[in-house]
């Protein structure tokens, strides 16, 4: 096929889309695919939801949608699609490893090779045993954190009229909100100390739902984020340079209004 130009980026990373699960961006993610290009694309996992589906999630249109838009990027671009398999969509292990064609391959991991370095890519959840419900904790933020100050002012005043002794909420979640974080930079070092055992320069992951890039003892740690809650891709130019891009159009206020406005008139 002849092509003209070059496609926008050298490789294309994204991960956790949670396809068939009420949170996924489909939509959104389907816009960005076709938005932009690349030699190769990487879905680290995640991709489908398999939990969801089996709790009953439904699969949309949009989400097919997602398949074709990859199987169009492979026709007009040559690219590479390479599917690594994530914890929701273990399902996948039975098939693994699995290529079709020269263009399409399921695996359980990868070592990309570029510009003279080594990344170790993997969903990143090879290190899970209590660690996955403490990620939301992860997301609790400012807002969960005012309002928890809020109901324990409240639930004292409660307690005091009970007799009992003051409870320290606030205490507890601040306990919890700072092991969230440890556990964030745990998962981080923790990866990067894989990928220094494999010899590689670098660890690609997502799992957690946090984009990051940065260096962690000398390894570059990679992070693709999600689009379930920020809508991100890890992008690789044809420089060779990282990058973290956030889908543009994404508004959350416009999506709470819609929420809203539906609970409203319901």
């Given amino acids: 096929m002849g092509h003209h130009?070059?496609?926008?980026?050298?490789?294309?990373?994204?991960?956790?889309l949670h396809l068939g699960s009420k949170g996924a961006k489909a939509a959104e993610v389907n816009e960005f695919l076709r938005a932009h290009s690349c030699h190769q694309l990487i879905l680290n996992g995640d991709i489908i939801d398999g939990w969801q589906l089996k709790k009953?999630?439904?699969?949309?249109?949009?989400?097919t949608a997602?398949?074709?838009?990859v199987l169009k990027m492979m026709d007009k671009w040559d690219t590479e699609v390479?599917?690594?398999?994530?914890?929701?969509?273990?399902?996948?292990?039975?098939?693994?490893?699995?290529?079709?064609?020269?263009?399409?391959?399921?695996?359980?991991d990868y070592m990309l090779k570029s510009f003279g370095k080594k990344y170790f890519i993997t969903h990143g959840d090879i290190?899970?045993?209590?660690?996955?419900?403490?990620?939301?904790?992860?997301?609790?933020?400012?807002?969960g954190?005012?309002?928890?100050?809020?109901?324990?002012?409240?639930?004292?005043?409660?307690?005091?009229?009970?007799?009992?002794?003051?409870y320290s909420l606030s205490q507890v979640i601040k306990q919890k909100v700072k092991a969230a974080v440890n556990f964030i930079s745990d998962f981080e070092e923790k990866l990067a100390e894989l990928a220094k055992a494999k010899g590689a320069d670098g660890i690609i992951c997502?799992?957690?739902?946090?984009?990051?890039?940065?260096?962690?003892?000398?390894?570059a740690y990679m992070n693709s984020g999600d689009w379930v809650e920020s809508l991100t891709a890890l992008v690789e130019t044809h420089q060779g340079e990282w990058q973290i891009i956030e889908f543009p159009l994404y508004n959350l206020k416009a999506e709470l209004n819609e929420i809203l406005g539906e609970a409203i008139a319901v």
């Fill in 145 to 166: 954190y005012t309002f928890l100050l809020w109901l324990n002012k409240w639930y004292n005043q409660y307690r005091t009229w009970q007799g009992k002794p003051y």
């Fill in 127 to 143: 290190f899970d045993s209590i660690t996955s419900q403490m990620k939301w904790l992860a997301y609790l933020g400012d807002i």
């Fill in 82 to 108: 390479i599917y690594l398999r994530g914890n929701h969509d273990d399902f996948l292990e039975q098939v693994l490893p699995l290529k079709i064609g020269k263009q399409f391959s399921i695996r359980q």
């Fill in 56 to 63: 009953g999630g439904s699969w949309k249109k949009k989400h």
């Fill in 66 to 69: 997602f398949f074709r838009c």
């Fill in 5 to 16: 130009s070059q496609p926008t980026y050298k490789t294309i990373v994204i991960s956790d």
């Fill in 206 to 219: 997502g799992h957690i739902h946090k984009a990051e890039i940065k260096m962690i003892d000398g390894i």
